[in-house]
């Protein structure tokens, strides 16, 4: 067995060595690719697409009680640990002007770019409570997770699906007049064109199976929009952070996950120029990889307690 993962948050449910019995028990194919590795540690192989989508239906069935759960073989298939870590910490952060981690439907999140998978709200919700809107700019992706949902009926009035029909536009189209929510939050497309994203899927399915493959497996695949966009994640996070001056008194805290971490400082100095009144940068580490969570808001500290817990 190996070691409890303490780099994740000590509420994330997945920082013990996964209970492979468990898992097989809730989704019975999953037991065709586990097996003990040299290290006598009960796994499964990460570089079959296959195994890994069954590893997720698993986890989310187990402990999120999603019952139906699958996305297209083309979208990007998550680590479910690191996405509930983000969730985690947001939470910390929603606790920092309530005293308590705020729970139920008086929370409401956006999640930006949920993509076919729409593991954010579902974790979201399972964990705390909240109420979410997922949206995205592809229509397939939308539909997948709208299946999602059809097929979780008691999920259906907690989690809502709205269409970015601009994909210069984050919150415009998205947020209503007068709609608030409690926070967003996004994990963006990292890469700056097609190509970087096709080399780092390679780079990554090469370090798993310890090869050189030419071509990327499909666990490592996704669609445009969730891999590349113009100017990489610096442009999309600036983009973000210009946009949320205009919607500065709907969402209380703005949130989105920063990979590089060279793109903090100019980040930051956006956020300055833009007179964001806190920012705050959270590390998270999930394993080998180093995330970090940038964090802003535009509403005063005594604003935000006299906010928090009220139905937005």
Known sequence: MSAEKSSLHTR?????????????????????????????????????????????????????????????????????PGRADYVHYIADLLAEDSDEIPSGNSVKGLDIGTGANLVYPLIAHASYGWNMLGTDISEGSLKNAQLILDQNPDLVSAIQLKQQPDSHHIFKNIIGAGERFTFSMCNPPFHDSEEAAMKGNIRKTKNLKKGKPKQPLLNFGGQQSELWCEGGELAFISKMITESVLYSSQILWFTCLVSKKDNL????????????????????????????????????????????????
């Open 12 to 80: 994330n449910l997945h920082r013990d060595p996964y209970d492979f019995d468990q898992l097989i028990s809730c989704v019975p194919e999953l037991k065709h690719y586990v097996f003990t590795n040299a290290y006598q540690t009960v796994t499964i192989n990460f570089s079959i697409p296959k195994a890994v989508k069954l590893l997720n239906k698993a986890l989310l069935l187990h402990f999120y009680k999603v019952k139906e759960w699958d996305i297209p073989d083309t979208n990007l298939c998550p680590p479910i």
């Open 265 to 312: 400082p100019k980040l930051i100095a956006l956020l300055k120029k833009v007179k964001a009144i806190e920012v705050k940068t959270i590390d998270m580490a999930q394993g080998q990889k180093v995330s970090r969570m940038l964090a802003w808001t535009f509403i005063s500290p005594k604003e935000r307690k006299a906010l928090a817990g009220l139905k937005l």
